[in-house]
């Protein structure tokens, strides 16, 4: 199992070894599935398991990634929409801030809000700058953070965005379509934001084809999240 994940993302970038995610959201996925949905990710040449949601229903994630552990091979990765769904059943937690929001709560309130969990925990902590493109629809991230996303055509303040959070000490840049995109984030905001950090880039929101996803590499995204492909459908083969 990977010691230090943030370590195995950068070592990755620098060799151009694309890696994957799969997104489980606990809101949307019952424990009973677990069996078969880890089988399933078992089966795939994914490197991470992301556990989050903007819904998910106090306390339901210990006992989700408690459950998940002890069925997937996979180091499980928190990517939180609060801070009651930490958990230290996990491996790691992309501490996130949302940049291109303007919500002090999204910024700044609910990380303070999980220093009293995480001051005790084990999780390996990485700080993520975390970035909204408007992925062309009312997304669920979108209506918990109330904040509006950066449009597909600005690719000027989605650049500024991520370097600044890159000179803020952020150590992943995170664009973000949101959950179920029409639009995922475009090939020219993914190549000119990676042309411009020197961390590396995770993209996600409305993957949905092999295709998509080898654009997303190609135009630079070290690692790719998908969430609603894979829950989906059962023929799900990146
Ligand atoms: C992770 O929210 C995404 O960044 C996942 O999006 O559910 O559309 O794959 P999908």
């Given at each position: 199992?990977?010691k ?18 799969i ?10 599935e ?23 229903e ?7 990634v ?22 230290n059943?996990?491996?790691?937690l992309?501490f ?17 809000k ?49 370097v ?7 150590q ?18 993914i ?9 590396p880039?995770?993209?996600?929101g ?11 590499y ?21």
């Amino acid at each position: 199992m990977i010691k230090n994940i943030l370590k195995f993302i950068q070592e990755a970038a620098i060799k151009k070894e694309k890696l994957l995610a799969i997104l489980l959201d606990p809101d949307k996925t019952a424990l009973e599935e677990l069996p078969e949905i880890s089988s399933r990710i078992n089966n795939l040449n994914a490197n991470f398991i992301f556990v989050g949601g903007s819904f998910v229903e106090n306390g339901i994630t210990d006992l989700f990634v408690k459950t998940l552990k002890k069925l997937a091979n996979l180091p499980i990765v928190l990517f939180p929409g609060d801070f009651s769904q930490l958990t230290n059943h996990a491996n790691a937690l992309l501490f996130l801030s949302l940049l291109s929001g303007r919500n002090p709560e999204y910024l700044i309130e609910q990380q303070i809000k999980s220093v009293p969990f995480l001051k005790n925990s084990t999780l390996e902590i990485i700080p993520t700058g975390y970035i909204l493109i408007d992925g062309g629809t009312n997304s669920s991230v979108l209506k918990i953070s109330n904040t509006i996303p950066i449009p597909q055509e600005n690719i000027t303040l989605a650049v500024n965005t991520a370097v600044a959070g890159m000179y803020k000490g952020k150590q992943l840049i995170y664009l973000e379509a949101g959950s179920g995109a029409v639009n995922p984030v475009n090939g020219q905001i993914i190549a000119s934001v990676k042309q411009h950090i020197s961390i590396p880039l995770i993209v996600g929101g409305g993957i949905k084809t092999k295709k998509q996803l080898n654009d997303a590499y190609k135009n630079g995204a070290d690692l790719v999240v998908v969430g609603t492909a894979f829950e989906n459908t059962n023929t799900f083969k990146f």
